[in-house]
Structures are given as structure tokens and as C-alpha cells.
T-cell receptor, first 115, second 113 residues
Framework: DAGVIQSPRHEVTEMGQEVTLRCKPI?????LFWYRQTMMRGLELLIY????????DSGMPEDRFSAKMPNASFSTLKIQPSEPRDSAVYFC?????????????FGPGTRLTVL | GNSVTQMEGPVTLSEEAFLTINCTYT??????LFWYVQYPGEGLQLLLK?????DKGSNKGFEATYRKETTSFHLEKGSVQVSDSAVYFC????????????FGKGTKLTVNP
């Protein structure tokens, strides 16, 4: 299995631009999580999905952030408009609810820099 | 809600030293407990877990025991290697049956040769 795939690995953009991060979970996993990691705030859960349905988006910082999961093999996290304080590493993770192991498998992350 | 308090780092050790990273938790019910490790430039990966009181999780020479009486899950390794340099995160399930995990802030470990 290829594991969780994220793209792009690095993104540099200017303030005010739209940014779209992409994630392909492990095949067969029914949970998908988006995290943000910064030095100041550590690892934060932004939103998670179960069977493509958003379950908890309480971690989404503000309306500039949105996430979708149109099918079981693809999810996006969009920031519009982006701001310098959005600079962080964004991780996608997936897990299988049927395993009851709660193990989340993380992607390599997307390092976002907003200038 | 459930929460994790993790020993703040950074921690710097010499090779072959003994490692302890403290983790305590607050939870309702009976959460599962985890240690994740993040190597430089990578995502987190599961290191070990324990699902009930007195369980001991172990992997790659690391161990942690689920202590309900002290609400702790301290990570230990008897002899660290340079390759163990990473950030270590303690975590627990958010609530009974939930797939959501609550992570500690992470402890950066550097092992010098």
C-alpha cells in the first residue's frame, strides 16, 4: 500500500491567494483527518470525516478554511484567502473504524508558506 | 473533555542513555493510549499503544504501561540510539468509541553520539 498521499509537498504563495491541499487516504479507510502543525500551537485537529461526511469541524480556525471529501479516495483542504499566519505543515491522516485499533496513518504533510 | 499533559522538551541524551518521557492524562471512561513518533520531515507514525489498564505497549525497545491509578503512560527506553532522535507525542482517544485522538504537545528528543 502506498500509504496516505498528500500533494503538494511544499507550497509557497502570497497573501490573499487561494490554496488547495490534497489528500488520498489509504484504500479501505473510512476516517480521514486534517491536522495543522506549528511550533507555537503544536498539532491541531482541524476537521475529520467518516464515510465522506464531516463529523467534527470545530477545529477549523475560521471561514477562510473549508474541507471537502467528494469520494472515499480524495479530500481537499482549501484556504481562501490565505494569510501569513496560515503558514504551517498540514497533515492528512486516515484510519479504519472497523479495526477498532484507532491507529491513524499520517501522510508526509504539506509545508505551506504564505508570504 | 479528555486531555493529555506531556513532558516538555527538548530532551538531549547521549547514546545508550536511559529515556523517560512523562505523559499524564485526564479522561472519562476508559480511553486507549498511544505514543506516536515523528522523524524529521515526516508525518507521525504509531510507536505503541495500550487499550486497558495495566497493559504494556512495546515496540523498537520502547515501552509504556497504562497506569490507571496514576493516570499515566510514560514512555521508556533502556538504551537510546542516535536514530531515536525525533519528536514523541502522547495521545488518547477523545471519548469512548471515538476515532478522534487528542495529542499532547510533543517532546523533542535529540540523541548525541
Amino acid at each position: 500500500d502506498a500509504g496516505v498521499i498528500q500533494s503538494p509537498r511544499h507550497e509557497v504563495t502570497e497573501m490573499g491567494q487561494e490554496v488547495t491541499l490534497r489528500c488520498k487516504p489509504i484504500s479501505g479507510h473510512d476516517y480521514l483527518f486534517w491536522y495543522r502543525q506549528t511550533m507555537m500551537r503544536g498539532l491541531e485537529l482541524l476537521i475529520y470525516f467518516n464515510n465522506n461526511v464531516p463529523i467534527d469541524d470545530s477545529g477549523m480556525p475560521e471561514d477562510r478554511f473549508s474541507a471537502k471529501m467528494p469520494n472515499a479516495s480524495f479530500s481537499t483542504l482549501k484556504i481562501q484567502p490565505s494569510e501569513p499566519r496560515d503558514s504551517a505543515v498540514y497533515f492528512c491522516a486516515s484510519s479504519s473504524g472497523t479495526s477498532r485499533l484507532n491507529e491513524q496513518f499520517f501522510g508526509p504533510g504539506t509545508r505551506l508558506t504564505v508570504l | 473533555g479528555n486531555s493529555v499533559t506531556q513532558m516538555e522538551g527538548p530532551v538531549t541524551l547521549s547514546e545508550e542513555a536511559f529515556l523517560t518521557i512523562n505523559c499524564t492524562y485526564t479522561a472519562t471512561g476508559y480511553p486507549s493510549l498511544f505514543w506516536y513518533v515523528q522523524y524529521p520531515g515526516e508525518g507521525l507514525q504509531l510507536l505503541l499503544k495500550a487499550t486497558k489498564a495495566d497493559d504494556k505497549g512495546s515496540n523498537k525497545g520502547f515501552e509504556a504501561t497504562y497506569r490507571k491509578e496514576t493516570t499515566s503512560f510514560h514512555l521508556e527506553k533502556g538504551s537510546v540510539q542516535v536514530s531515536d532522535s525525533a519528536v514523541y507525542f502522547c495521545a488518547l482517544t477523545s471519548q469512548g468509541g471515538s476515532e478522534k485522538l487528542v495529542f499532547g504537545k510533543g517532546t523533542k528528543l535529540t540523541v548525541n553520539p
